[in-house]
């Protein structure tokens, strides 16, 4: 990476950290996940341990900034409800630390947990332990509230959640390739092995996209996307051979795509706050085809919107630095051009940038710039 590149990346995080500031309470220790958005899931509190460590990293708070951050949370972390007393529940207020219900409203029940989300946040508490030993004893008082056994069955990752007919709690296998391998390895470094969900041999059934082999979901209703694997390489390191491999072929994939096309493609989960979701899964396959744009709720239509991810962007050019992914970087500028923050990318056709700035593009850039910087996983003390 030249020294342009990194100048370009250095630029990045101090717009992303913008965001973070301007959305920070600090009652709680939590950030707002959008600028218009009062809540908060444990998947976007694993982004501000991830924004506040990699700040630090690049210098842009101080020593005692990051820890008066990041003890607030955790503070936060200890005393807030947990949903049936397991885990914590899908969705908190920012400003307070409350756990909510599916209307935002103050509950001491919640609605149930994603150990999806989870497996996130324990990657992240273990990189702030790893890393940082002062404030492992608060992070071992907030993991030994949660109770990791109740969210593994039978090898694999158990969501929960409070049916909205008959009020009752239900558990369901939660996870398909990439995003589940990436949770997996979160739970496995405090104890919890879901042996399934962590080998994407379990499920994993070979298909080619634009003439690159991947690992598609044989259970359907996959989410292959770029995310999972930016984090893992950028915060785990590829802890195995095949997380690496598949890294690469689902870059190579997008790039065979800009071959074809002509268009830039680099595919992530963001909040694009257009209708009728508001949030979009693009994806380099799903239950049989290639490069779709689908809803949480599984919904497919041909006029969903397709972006250039600027997480995607950053997260790629950080771990496997090429002319494509520069170009891809360069692509998502726009993006970012006020400096108040990232929104999720810009249009793949008109280039123009997608409304809204949102928490989880800007801690990626912020771990993308670090990264970069460091040149190892993120959970490494040093990279002697």
């Known amino acids: 990476m030249d020294e342009e590149q990194r100048r370009v990346l250095s630029s990045a995080a101090k717009t992303a950290w913008s965001y973070v500031k301007r959305n920070y309470s600090a009652s709680s220790g939590m950030v707002k996940s959008l600028d218009t958005w009062e809540y908060v899931t444990i998947w976007d509190i694993a982004s501000m341990a991830a924004a506040y460590h990699s700040a630090h990293g690049l210098q842009l708070i101080s020593d005692s900034d990051y820890h008066n951050r990041m003890t607030r949370l955790l503070q936060t972390l200890e005393t807030t409800a947990l949903y049936d007393n397991a885990a914590f529940n899908k ?3 920012a400003r307070s630390g409350s756990m909510v219900d599916r209307a935002n409203n103050v509950s001491t029940r919640g609605y149930g947990w994603s150990a999806l989300d989870l497996g996130r946040f324990l990657v992240w508490m273990a990189i702030v332990t790893k890393t940082d030993p002062a404030l492992a004893p608060e992070v071992q008082r907030v993991i030994g509230r949660l109770k990791l056994d109740r969210l593994v069955k039978d090898g694999y990752l ?16 939660e996870g398909r390739l990439g995003y589940e391998q990436y949770s997996a390895e979160g ?5 919890a092995r879901a042996e399934h969900a962590l080998e994407f041999s379990a499920n994993g059934t070979p298909v080619d996209v634009f003439g690159v082999p991947v690992l598609a979901d044989k259970r359907g209703s996959d989410l292959l996307t770029s995310e999972p694997f930016i984090m893992m390489g950028m915060e785990l390191g ?23 096309t002509g268009t830039i493609t680099m595919l992530s989960e963001d909040a694009v706050p257009v209708k009728p979701a508001y949030f979009y ?19 497919l239509d041909a006029s969903y919107p397709r972006w250039v991810s600027t997480k995607a ?3 790629w050019h950080a771990l496997f630095p090429s002319d494509y992914t520069w170009s891809a970087v ?29 928490l989880n593009t800007a801690a990626i850039v912020l771990e993308a710039a670090y990264y970069a910087q460091r040149g190892c996983a993120l959970i490494r003390p040093s990279c002697s």
Request: no cysteine.
């Open 91 to 93: 969705l908190y207020a």
């Open 158 to 173: 158990m969501g929960a959640n409070v049916d909205t007919r008959d009020q009752k709690h239900h558990e369901y296998q």
């Open 187 to 191: 739970f496995a470094l405090w104890g």
């Open 238 to 260: 590829w802890t195995r051979v095949d997380w690496e491999v598949q890294a690469r072929n689902v870059l190579a994939a997008q790039r065979a795509r800009y071959n074809r």
């Open 281 to 299: 899964y693009y994806l380099l396959h799903s239950d049989g085809k290639d490069f779709v744009v689908r809803t949480p709720t599984g919904d």
């Open 313 to 315: 962007a950053f997260g």
């Open 330 to 358: 360069r692509a998502v500028l726009p993006a970012g051009a006020s400096g108040s923050g990232w929104t999720a990318g810009v249009y793949e056709r008109s280039r123009r940038p997608t409304p809204g700035f949102n």
